[in-house]
């Protein structure tokens, strides 16, 4: 996992590293905190505490935003090295595949005020 303090969020500089690794960023640390800040403004995540798992899910599978195919998502994970980075390719599959039918599961309403 980024998690590296295993809080259960990623922070800005858990968060980067994975952005690097996505190819999402590859700026300086003053880009970068500007891109963390809005990222969590426009997901409605608090900065200072982090990005959920749950939210990084839906983050990736988000085709509008910082889409991965899971392919990437499998590179990635063969790219990176403990102890900084993700440990499980398997987790953050199965945790995308459980935000995926809660979604899918959810009335049509809710989804549409979700996405707004």
Known sequence: ECDDDQDGYLRSWE???????????????????REYRELCNESGADPD???SADLLAH??????G?????S????????????K??????ALAARMEEVDRAEAERPEEEQAQVAE
């Open 85 to 90: 980075t993700w440990r499980s390719a398997s």
């Open 49 to 51: 505490v982090g990005i």
């Open 15 to 33: 968060l980067r590293h994975f952005a690097e690794l996505a190819r999402w960023f590859d700026g300086a640390d003053g880009e970068w905190d």
């Open 72 to 83: 990437q998502l499998h590179e990635m994970l063969a790219a990176a090295r403990p102890p």
């Open 59 to 64: 983050l990736v599978d988000d085709e509008s």
């Open 66 to 70: 910082c889409f991965c195919t899971d």
